[in-house]
C-alpha cells in the first residue's frame, strides 16, 4: 500500500488543528472524548485524520480486512513532523532512502532500488512521545532473529497485535500500533536463533525471515534510525479476550518427521503428501519455519495438532 507523502504535504499539515471521525453517543460524551483525542494527538505532535482522507481510508481498510470485527479501530493518526527532532528524522530518513538507492544503482527519477515498504510495531503509550522525538532506543523482538528492530508487514496487522503483547494492553485494552516507513533496500535471509546484530556484508541493509513471503522486516540495532521513519499511529481497542497466539501453535512440540507420521493416522495421503512437500521446503530453504507451520495448521486445523500433541504427552520446546 502507498501511505507516502512528500515532505511538504506533511510539514504544511502539520499546521492544520486535528479533527476527529463523529461517533455515536452523547454531545458531552462525544465532546469530551473529542478533547481527549485532540490533547493525545497535541501532546505527541500528531494530526488525527479525517475519513476520506486518502491516507486514512487506505488504512482503515487494511486494517478492517485484518482484524475483523475482533478489534475495535479507535483513530489513526499522522505524524506532524513538527518538532526540530522530529523533522531532523524525516530528513535523515530521505537521505538514507537516496544513498541506498545510489548504492545498489538507482538514482535519478527511480525509486526502485530502495525499496520501501510499510510495517507494523506495538508501541507503549509511555514510550510513544519518546519513539517520535528521538526514535527507538532499544531492540524491540524477543531475540529470535537476531538484535534489531522486527516489524510486521503491512497486512499482518492480527499477527502483530498478537506478538506484541504490551503490559499496558491488559488494562483497558487499548493498543497502540505504529505503522512506519521501512528503507529495506537488499534483504538477506536471516535464519531463527541467529545473533547477528548487523549486517553480514555492505552488500545487504536488512533482513527478513523469508525472501519470498516475509512475516518480519529485521531493521538492525545499527540501522532502527535511519531506516525507519514512524508515519502513523493506529489506537485499537482489543476485546478482554484478546491474547497471543497460543505457544503451542507457535513452537514445535516435536520434530516434525514425528508430527508427521503422527498425522498419517488421521489425515488422507493427499494431505500428508502436501505437508510433506511443505516442509521439504523448509529444509531447502525455500519457506520460513513459520510459513511451514502456519501452512501446516491451515491443512490440519488447530484442533487436530492440540489432539495429537497432547495425544504424544510432549512438552513444548522453546
Known sequence: MDYLRTESQAISDSEQEGSTISESGSCDSYDKGKRQRLSFADEHGLIELLEGDKAYDLIYRNCKSGLGDQCELISILRNGFRSVGSR???????????????????????????????????????????ILEYGFSDPRNDGSYGRGLYLSPDNSLLQCLKESSTPESSEDGMRFMLLSRVLLGKSEIVPKGS??????????DTGVDDLASPSKYIVWTTHMNTHVLPEFLVCIKTPSNFTRSPKRLRSPWMAFPVLIKALSKFLPPSQILIIQKHYKDQQNKRISRSELIQRVRGITGDRLLVHIIKALGHKVQE
Do not use: N
Not at 528524522?89 to 530521505?94: E, N, R, Y
Not at 510499510?118 to 509511555?126: D, E, F, I, R
Open 88 to 130: 531532523a528524522k524525516l530528513k535523515t530518513f530521505q537521505v538514507f532512502q537516496e544513498a541506498v538507492e545510489m548504492k545498489h544503482g538507482g538514482g535519478g527519477e527511480s525509486r526502485s532500488k530502495a525499496k520501501v515498504k510499510y510495517g507494523w510495531c506495538s508501541v507503549a503509550k509511555t514510550e510513544l512521545k519518546s
Open 195 to 204: 545473533t547477528q546484530s548487523c549486517p553480514s556484508s555492505p552488500e545487504f
